[in-house]
């Protein structure tokens, strides 16, 4: 319970840190993201959650690094639930909720009602969680509704990828994060992938993902977790292979940014799947890269039209 209680009074001083205010205006308007008021304490609360869920407490060195990833989660966030009321788009699957608050509680040990325990604990409303999720399952959807015509898949690959799996016995997995960047001109890709590399060698992989990344997994550190083998592509696969634990991997040029990994560890496991199985989970990864391409493309396109101001 001491933890927990340190978690919250170390982020009410942030907030008096940060912003040199005193705790009667911490309601006072932050900024706007279209037509959206944004306040302080939504900013506290939104770090308060980066804080539960990645298991860790405030410091003074953190304090710059958390802030700014809070601002850049609550646009990124409120852009997609803006671009949802435009569509009027709001359907998930309530299974899927469970799923993932269950995901999230298992990753720090803990089942959800402890997970709602810490939140109370610190004075942190559950539902705004809650609200994270379901904004993602809504913009997922979205994203399938309006791409679904393209998810063409290259069945010859899907099947010669399975013919390669037939007789193992034994799946590669890997342990990875990854760091995804904003692509840039084709005559300056090669100084921002060596000055990415430099600021990952002095600042720590974790630290640059949440400060540049502009994947999902940013807020994790681009933690990814374990990887099967079965469902990664080849270009991708080639690249984690051939490169050693702790180590990063050779860059990757995607159709709208440049991804790298580190790869944190590999493992053997028995393969105890069927053939069918196996090609689902192809399929349905390859479903996945595509709609995540089209969901990061789309994205931009709606942030672009969207105006931000802060207010001091």
């Given amino acids: 319970?001491?933890?927990?209680?340190?978690?919250?009074?170390l982020v009410l001083f942030l907030l008096i840190s940060i912003e040199k205010v005193n705790a009667e205006i911490k309601d006072?308007?932050?900024?706007?993201i279209g037509n959206k008021p944004i306040t302080q304490s939504d900013i506290v609360d939104e770090i308060k959650i980066i804080l539960i869920l990645n298991n860790e407490s405030y410091s003074d060195?953190?304090?710059?690094?958390?802030h700014e990833l809070a601002v850049r989660s609550t646009i990124k966030r409120t852009i997609k639930n803006i671009e949802l009321e435009r569509n009027n788009f709001f359907k998930f699957n309530e299974e899927d909720l469970q799923k993932e608050l269950t995901r999230l509680a298992s990753n720090l040990f803990m089942?959800?009602?402890?997970?709602?325990n810490l939140c109370e604990s610190n004075e942190l409303d559950f539902s705004k969680i809650e609200d994270q999720i379901k904004t993602e399952l809504y913009w997922n959807s979205l994203i399938f509704e309006i791409y679904k015509h393209n998810l063409n898949i290259n069945q010859e690959e899907i099947?010669?990828?399975l013919r390669l799996n037939q007789n193992k016995n034994e799946i590669e997995e890997y342990l990875i994060s990854e760091i995804v960047i904003s692509k840039v001109e084709n005559?300056?890709?090669d100084l921002e992938i060596q000055e990415l590399k430099n600021k990952i060698e002095i600042e720590?992989?974790?630290k640059v993902a949440r400060e540049l990344s502009i994947s999902e997994s940013a807020l994790k550190g681009g933690d990814l977790g374990w990887i099967n083998e079965n469902i990664i592509s080849d270009e991708i696969k080639s690249a984690i292979t051939d490169t050693q634990i702790e180590s990063l991997s050779s860059p990757i040029i995607l159709d709208n940014g440049i991804l790298?990994?580190?790869v944190r560890d590999k493992r053997k496991i028995n393969q105890n799947v069927s053939l069918e199985e196996i090609k689902n989970e192809l399929i349905n990864a390859e479903k996945s890269k595509i709609l995540n391409m089209h969901s990061m493309s789309h994205y931009d396109k709606v942030r672009r039209t969207i105006s931000i101001n802060f207010f001091k």
């Fill in 28 to 32: 006072a308007l932050f900024m706007t």
């Fill in 1 to 9: 319970m001491i933890k927990i209680k340190k978690i919250f009074f």
């Fill in 111 to 116: 089942d959800v009602n402890t997970l709602k």
């Fill in 204 to 206: 720590g992989f974790e």
């Fill in 187 to 189: 005559d300056k890709i």
């Fill in 61 to 66: 060195e953190k304090r710059d690094q958390l």
């Fill in 260 to 262: 790298i990994f580190k």
């Fill in 159 to 161: 099947e010669d990828r």
